[in-house]
């Protein structure tokens, strides 16, 4: 059950949207640098596409631009190092213990299906993916907007 695949090899589930995969493993990336940078949770409305996407992050306080620059500055540095982008199916219990499970219904069941960017992220997903970060491109924040405690980031991505 613990067996690590890459997202080619992994079971095809059928997500709510056939997502880009460079942006979708973008947003992963993008989610693990704001929960670190800000201790805010991965976003909660995001909407993900090939030209531009966007990402709502509930925050105590507005970032500021300098802040907002080290985000895309980090999420840039994770995209070069290459890392392997795989998948693990695992029991939900597992799952708990090394990332955020809180998104996923009743109905996913007890064996879910785990994404890891590297050693830098893990999430339970059901979508595709890259298979290593080199692929994306760079990641550049386009338009930001603050208010009421919620922060939208706006990205897209350019190819190298």
Not at 116 to 140: L, M, W
Request: proline share 6%; net charge positive; hydrophobic share 35%.
């Amino acid at each position: 059950m613990n067996h690590l695949t890459t997202p080619a090899q992994a079971p095809v589930f059928e997500p709510k949207k056939d997502y880009f995969e460079p942006m979708h493993t973008a947003e992963h990336i993008l989610n693990q640098t704001m929960v670190r940078m800000f201790g805010c949770a991965r976003s909660r409305n995001a909407h993900i596409e090939k030209a531009k996407s966007k990402c709502d992050y509930l925050l105590t306080a507005a970032p500021t631009q300098a802040q907002l620059d080290e985000v895309q500055q980090q999420v840039n540095a994770i995209i070069a190092q290459n890392l392997p982008v795989t998948c693990r199916m695992m029991p939900r219990a597992e799952a708990e213990k090394i990332s955020d499970t809180s998104k996923l219904p009743e109905s996913a069941g007890d064996t879910v299906r785990v994404v890891f960017v590297g050693d830098y992220d893990a999430c339970p997903c059901i979508g595709k993916h890259v298979e290593n970060t080199s692929q994306i491109g760079r990641f550049k924040i386009t338009t930001w907007d603050w208010a009421d405690g919620r922060l939208r980031l706006r990205f897209k991505l350019e190819r190298n």
